[in-house]
């Protein structure tokens, strides 16, 4: 699925047995970015190279093993630089703490962080610049990206509901904090999930039960 914005393209792929949603942007040069590869890393490649991008960043919304699972695969063929919030990058290299122990059929492959995400960060690619908002709760060291009314939420915001919160370092008390925090944006905005399908910011405010308990 390929959806036009205003200087850039979001491709979403559905990978591995736990069906988690893959994002490629891609400036108008032809630049791209991943976010979240969590596996089937031969299915993002043949998207990126039937396209002739050239893939420079593989972003992590968090550390959890379904969405790293290709992150090592990518960034060895194409050489691109992998960025994690400071809390989760101990999750890229740590079966346990990464969740995998629950899918033991599923193997795990760590991944080496090349650059740290902040509250506040702006990441520059071509023409697109990426915002970085910290959001943890699902892990302590979730975060979002936005760019051009898009979100990116990782597993911070389902439709309809939001991530679960009893792994490693999860913590429903700053879940509630976060979506606080999404809530405030002043404008409504697309929200690309981690699983499931897309929505938006405003539909969540009016319909998702989690965000009605903040009210």
Same mark, same amino acid.
């Given at each position: 699925?390929?959806?036009?914005?205003?200087?850039?393209?979001?491709?979403?792929?559905?990978?591995?047995?736990?069906?988690?949603?893959?994002?490629?942007?891609?400036?108008?040069?032809?630049?791209?970015?991943?976010?979240?590869?969590g596996a089937e890393?031969?299915?993002?490649?043949?998207?990126?190279?039937?396209?002739?991008?050239?893939? %420079?960043?593989?972003?992590?919304?968090?550390?959890?093993?379904?969405?790293?699972?290709?992150?090592?695969?990518?960034?060895?063929?194409? $050489?691109?630089?992998?960025?994690?919030?400071?809390?989760?990058?101990?999750? /890229?290299?740590?079966?346990?703490?990464s969740g995998a122990?629950?899918?033991?059929?599923?193997?795990?492959?760590?991944?080496?962080?090349?650059? %740290?995400? %902040?509250?506040?960060?702006?990441?520059?690619?071509? !023409?697109? %610049?990426?915002?970085v908002m910290e959001?943890?709760?699902?892990?302590?060291? !979730?975060?979002?990206?936005?760019?051009?009314?898009?979100?990116?939420?990782?597993?911070?915001?389902?439709?309809?509901?939001? $991530?679960?919160?009893?792994?490693?370092?999860?913590?429903?008390?700053?879940?509630?904090?976060?979506? #606080?925090?999404?809530? !405030? /944006?002043?404008?409504?905005? #697309?929200?690309?999930? $981690?699983?499931?399908?897309?929505?938006?910011?405003?539909?969540?405010? #009016?319909?998702?039960?989690?965000?009605?308990? /903040?009210?």
């Open positions: 699925m390929i959806r036009q914005g205003d200087n850039m393209k979001v491709t979403k792929l559905t990978v591995g047995e736990l069906e988690e949603n893959c994002f490629i942007i891609t400036a108008p040069d032809s630049t791209a970015i991943v976010i979240d590869p890393g031969e299915v993002i490649a043949a998207e990126i190279e039937s396209r002739g991008l050239s893939l %420079r960043k593989i972003l992590l919304t968090h550390g959890h093993f379904d969405h790293i699972g290709a992150a090592a695969w990518l960034k060895e063929r194409y $050489g691109a630089q992998v960025y994690v919030s400071r809390p989760d990058e101990v999750m /890229l290299s740590d079966r346990e703490k122990l629950i899918a033991p059929y599923i193997p795990f492959h760590p991944v080496e962080a090349d650059g %740290r995400v %902040r509250d506040g960060d702006t990441i520059c690619e071509g !023409s697109m %610049r990426i915002k959001t943890p709760g699902h892990s302590a060291g !979730s975060v979002c990206y936005i760019v051009n009314g898009c979100i990116f939420v990782g597993d911070t915001v389902f439709r309809g509901s939001v $991530g679960r919160t009893d792994l490693y370092s999860g913590d429903p008390r700053q879940l509630s904090e976060s979506l #606080k925090k999404l809530a !405030s /944006l002043d404008e409504d905005h #697309k929200l690309y999930c $981690g699983h499931g399908a897309d929505t938006t910011l405003e539909a969540e405010k #009016k319909f998702n039960p989690f965000f009605k308990a /903040l009210t």
